[in-house]
């Protein structure tokens, strides 16, 4: 399989619980755990049933509080907005609009851009907003909590469960992987799916993997202890 594009598995599980979430979403979870591309999926569904769906991905510098509002109307389609209510007025009549915010962990050091959401939340009453980080986001959060308009997905949600464990190891390596080497990998990435991409680009340059079931040897090994020891064992618990 060597040159084959790494393919991404719909996240169905996922994208059910997304059809079903409250004005407020919030995945947080490290690098590798399929936030941006769930958002993608999402968006591509929005767009499928004829709902309107826009991405803002954030920066240090979109999150400047003189140009936020102006990224925001570009993202939505909205030409020089300068107000809220200038954000508002094109959407007022909609039913349901989805506004997906990624890298959302630079709102905690722009406090005003996500006061400036919510705000917008609470004066669009068809916007659901879904906010994606690895971290805190810096949102006064509890109210919306409290009254059950804000669902949080974590690490243990985002992460592949068997099913998909199963899927994306038949579609990306389905005759290159004995039982006991699916089992490994399982074991090895507990469901983390950039693990499984790392793993099969691996694969497309070396097609036959050893019978041993204890496949990452030498500079692999010494890689996957190094992201493990200075990586993982760094990172606070809730995080792990």
Known sequence: MPGKRIENIQRQRLLALLAEAPALTWLRAPAGFGKSVLLDQWREQCSAHGMPSFRINLTREICHPVRFMGELGQVMGIDEAAHVRDLIAPFSGRKEIQLLVDDADHLLQARECGALLLKLKDNLPGLRIIFASRGEIGLALAKQSANG?????????????????????????????????????????????????????????????PSEPHFMRGSWRILSDYFHEEGFDALPEELQ
């Open 149 to 209: 308009d804000l669902l949080r997905v974590g690490v243990d949600v985002l992460r592949f469960d068997a099913q998909e464990q199963q899927r994306v190891v038949e579609l990306n390596a389905g005759g290159h992987f004995n039982r006991s080497q699916i089992d490994m990998i399982n074991q090895t990435f507990k469901g983390w799916p950039s693990g499984y991409s790392l793993q099969f680009q691996a694969l497309q340059n070396r097609p036959v993997l």
